[in-house]
């Protein structure tokens, strides 16, 4: 087994109302920053132990799927490192 660091990044899905990027897009635009777009994300980062990497992104899937995002308004993507 070896130990591996998986961060997963929830952020809602395009056209779901992100009202916490939309009060700090326009304090942004206030301090003089211009800005496309901003949209707001949780990050999770899980320790695990797994036998490989894929595997690892299995478990992490599986988390993202099961309990940190909900599938109907939130897109999410899992990075794996070894630790």
């Keep these: 087994m070896t130990a591996y660091t998986a961060t997963v990044t929830v952020r809602l899905k395009r056209g779901v109302l992100d009202p916490e ?3 700090t897009a326009q ?3 206030r301090l003089g920053f211009e800005l496309e ?8 980062e899980v320790d695990l132990e797994a036998e490989s990497a894929e595997a690892a992104r299995e478990r ?6 099961r309990l940190l995002a909900n ?13």
């Design 37 to 44: 777009e901003l949209r707001s994300a949780d990050r999770f």
């Design 21 to 23: 990027a939309e009060t």
């Design 60 to 65: 992490a899937d599986e988390m993202a799927e």
């Design 27 to 29: 304090a942004l635009e």
């Design 71 to 83: 599938p109907t308004i939130h897109d999410y993507d899992v990075e794996v490192a070894e630790r």
